[in-house]
């Protein structure tokens, strides 16, 4: 994530809530359980992985110079454990995109200052990690997300603010190539992972119109192959879930939660 001037005098935390359906039917967000930060940090970009029957939540924690990736565990009663430190590097970290593949599991944070999208394997859950390779380099990515479709790896990005960026590759090993609506300039920076929804391919965007981060719109993928790419709106999610919000930043869910944040005036 990266901060625009909106965010200098807000506070940006971390809400969870039980999932209870199909949020595209119904959507309420206003009852939740805060992650809070303390004085001098913020909490940002979650990303849900349920491990061995545990609900793990990781994010972005910053302290106004420096991000790294924190997790918590939620326990049934949707009660969070301490915050412990996942993975830190020298140069700033968030959005950390986490999934499973067959029985590893992979961490793709954002890496901006290094030009590039990095895979990291974790040695030992949740707490160590080692990169494996970069998929992609040469520009400032912001928020990248992976998902396969359509017997390929589909890499989203963002380049330059909001622009949309795709690469895709045959596998985690393989050459990723870029899309041809990489030279449309089309808005639609993530805002967490792709999840499917009743058959339905949905990808969490920003809506950076206005401000950074402003809100979160729900869109759905019609066509994605390596020539087109077609989308459509299906829910907006603004700032209106909790008092003096500025903004709904990003969105992701597992069968168990709902995690979302937002950022409000101090």
Known sequence: MIIHLISVCCTYFIAIKKNEGNPLDSLILSSYTPLLPPQGRYYADPFLLKYEGINYLFFENYDYKKGVISYVQIDPEGHFTEPKLALE???????????????????????????????????????????????????????PILFKHGGLY?????????????????????????????????????????FLQSGRLIRPTMDCREYYGKAVILKEILLLTTEEFVEREVLY????????????HSFCLNPDYLAYDGNFYQ
């Open 89 to 143: 590097l020298p140069t700033h970290l968030s959005f950390p995109f986490v999934f499973q593949e067959e029985n590893e599991i992979y961490m793709i944070p954002e890496t901006y200052q290094r030009r590039s999208v990095s895979l990291y394997k974790c040695k030992t859950f949740p707490n160590q990690w080692e990169w494996c390779r970069s998929l992609i380099h040469g520009e400032r990515f912001s928020d």
């Open 154 to 194: 589909w890499l989203f990005t963002a380049i330059r603010g909001d622009q949309l960026c795709i690469y895709y590759a045959e596998s985690l090993d393989a050459k990723f190539r870029p899309h041809p609506i990489n030279h449309r300039h089309i808005r639609g920076r993530n805002a967490g992972p792709v």
């Open 237 to 248: 999610i603004g700032p209106d879930w909790a008092p003096n919000l500025v903004g709904t």
